[in-house]
């Protein structure tokens, strides 16, 4: 699906990242390498304190690697300054995560018209991407109105909102049941393959895994593919 | 202001309760600014009134409640009048003392003995300037101790008899005491000693010998060549600006350092407690920043976001509060030394939003330090 004249939406190149001091100090990537194209959906799985946050976490700029290469969309994103990086992540990357995803003050409107006005869209239409994630009658709910599959469709309505080439998805299922869990990966699946958004998602939950289009899994700090059991 | 508005919203029942303390503290604000401007008034109305730059005491006299104890002769007097830039200097009579009035009712009068036709004689409201011995024209501010022209009021001791014949236009108290103005002369008469029972006649002020006063008012002349020290020295005098005498009238200074001391108490106290609320509401959203932080706001969107939020909340209980305090202060009885003026309650009004917003502020500075990578992973 994916061919190599294309701009991959993410690549990464030897990243290495260490964390923590003295005999704390761990090596959360350990040269990691991985390239995403627009409209792929890829999952990434692993035992807990593997590297997949972190993972995420150098992907959409929150922390540099110690050594290696990070593009989004072409552009290095480990020479961006801070701001510089803020501003990248407002327009080019978006996030859903595991709980917490949504502001207590907001409604799910309101959640979306905050990250757009932050990245100064005026064309964004919050009512008609809540209509996409099947959401538009919940549209004046605040967050603890919601049901936990409701929170993570407004999450991830709320990442689409300025149009980004990645979506960077930290264990969206994990305070979920079956069916919904089902139904926010398909409609992230869905996403990447309609819209062309490259998703990236870290899951522990296997279920969901048969919507992705790769499966890696992270050991110590290192990625490795695996071959999707269908 | 998206966020901050709708976190107003939302968290109504927080915000308000951190509303009422600011409005509480902006009505105590505003009764202590009342208070003191009343206390003020009480205790040197008579004195701000004056057309005067400067009074020159004794050489050596306590500071406090100077104005009753100095004592000038004639010829300090005649020196000060004499000095280079001196347009006028005339002698001020200060003595505080009690009497009874012809109804029985008893008064206490602080006597300023003054030049009949002098600058130090008030404009009067009503009746007409005393001239006369014996003849006194009271603070207005006397009416509500039972005097009324042509109340005659008896010293206690002495038993010197003296007529209201006039008010003044100003209030004018001194030490929280009515200030009945009186010639010079018959000031003197009173102070010597050697007046009779009875109301003073000519007679005896012509036959006294008494060239004192307590103090030297002193109006300089416009062309600035006033030498004060140099004929401070010359006369054996020590002169105070007439606000640096405030200081020498009884009680102000203890009264207005008191209150200035409440005053900071209250607003430090502002600071602090705005400041410990919005720390603990940013420490309670320290995920939902993260979250924000990670999507792409900007530091300095969300410190100006929370800082109009505190200021939104500062102000309107604020503007509250000092509503309420005014309306209090309407309320407050005629005999309460209570005056509000619309210059010192805006100024305390607006010191108490900005040390709430700087405490708020100081608080707010939190968001800098909330890593955007810890709203990734399984937090809460
Ligand atoms: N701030 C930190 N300081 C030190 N070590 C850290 C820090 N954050 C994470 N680590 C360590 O880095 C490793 C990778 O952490 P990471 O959060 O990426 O794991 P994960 O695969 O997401 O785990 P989980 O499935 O539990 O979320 C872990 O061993 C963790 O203990
Ligand atoms: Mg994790």
Redesign the pocket.
């Known amino acids: 699906m994916s061919t190599p004249s294309t701009t991959p939406a993410l690549e990464i190149v030897g990243a290495r990242l260490e ?2 001091d003295g005999d ?1 100090r ?1 090596h ?1 990537l350990d040269d990691v390498s991985l390239r995403v194209d627009p409209g792929e959906i890829v999952a990434v799985v ?10 995420l ?1 150098v992907a959409g700029a929150l922390a540099k690697p110690d050594s290696g290469i990070v593009r989004v969309h072409g552009t290095d994103v480990t020479a961006l300054a801070k701001s510089a990086a803020t501003r990248f992540r407002l327009t080019t990357i978006g996030f859903v995560f595991q709980s917490g995803n949504l502001i207590a003050a907001l409604t799910a409107t309101d959640q979306l018209r905050l990250a757009a006005r932050l990245a100064g869209n005026r064309t964004a239409d919050p009512a008609a991407l809540l209509g996409s994630v099947g959401m538009a009658h919940r549209a004046d709910h605040r967050p603890d109105q919601l049901s936990g599959g409701e929170r993570q469709r407004v999450g991830i309505a709320r990442a689409l909102v300025n149009d980004p080439s990645l979506l960077l998805v930290d ?1 969206p299922t994990a305070a979920l049941d079956r069916a919904s869990s089902h139904d926010v990966v398909r409609l992230l699946a869905a996403r990447a393959h309609e819209a062309g958004v490259a998703v990236v998602m ?1 899951t ?1 939950d296997h279920d969901v895994l048969e919507h992705c289009d790769r499966v890696l899994e ?1 050991t110590d ?1 290192r990625l490795g593919e695996r071959v999707l059991a269908a | 202001m998206f966020l901050g508005l709708r976190e107003l919203r939302f968290a109504r029942g927080r915000f308000t309760l951190m509303g009422v303390v600011i409005a509480l503290v902006a009505v105590l604000v505003v009764l202590l600014s009342g208070l003191s401007a009343g206390l003020v008034n009480d205790g040197v109305s008579g004195l701000k009134a004056m057309r005067v730059m400067s009074f020159a005491f004794d050489k050596g006299t306590i500071t406090d409640n100077a104005f009753t104890r100095s004592v000038v002769d004639d010829e300090q007097l005649a020196t000060w009048s004499a000095a280079p830039g001196v347009r006028a200097a005339e002698p001020l009579g200060v003595s505080i003392v009690n009497g009874t009035t012809d109804a029985g009712r008893q008064v206490d009068l602080t006597l300023f003995g003054v030049e009949p036709d002098g600058f130090l004689s008030p404009a009067v409201s009503s009746g007409a300037r005393s001239a006369g011995p014996g003849e006194i024209v009271v603070s207005q501010t006397a009416a509500s101790a039972g005097l009324a022209l042509g109340t005659k009021v008896t010293l206690d001791r002495s038993g010197v008899e003296l007529t209201v014949v006039g008010f003044t236009a100003a209030q004018a108290t001194f030490g929280h005491v009515d200030v009945a103005y009186l010639p010079i002369d018959t000031w003197r008469l009173i102070a010597s000693g050697s007046a009779q029972a009875g109301a003073p006649t000519p007679q005896q002020i012509g036959a006294l010998h008494y060239p004192y006063s307590s103090v030297i008012a002193v109006q300089a002349g416009d062309d600035a060549t006033l030498d004060t020290a140099r004929t401070d020295t010359a006369a054996g005098t020590m002169s105070m600006t007439r606000t640096e005498a405030f200081n020498a009238s009884p009680g102000y200074q203890a009264e207005t350092m008191t209150l200035t001391m409440i005053r900071a108490f209250l607003y430090a106290i502002c600071a602090l407690v705005v400041g410990a609320f919005f720390t603990v509401w940013t420490i309670q959203r320290t995920h939902e920043i993260a979250v924000l932080r990670a999507v792409g706001a900007s530091t300095s969107y969300l410190l100006r976001d929370g800082l109009a939020q505190s200021l939104v909340l500062l102000l309107g209980f604020t503007v509250l509060g000092v509503a309420a305090g005014v309306g209090m202060g309407a309320l407050m009885p005629d005999g309460m030394p209570f005056s509000l003026e619309p210059v010192p309650v805006a100024l305390a009004s607006i010191v108490t939003v900005v040390l709430g917003l700087g405490g708020a502020g100081v608080a707010i500075l939190r968001v800098t330090r909330v890593e955007p990578v810890t709203a ?3 937090h809460r």
């Open positions: 964390l923590g704390a761990v959360a692993g035992p807990s304190g593997s590297g997949k946050s972190s993972l976490a264990e870290v522990h992270m700090g | 990734l992973g399984g």
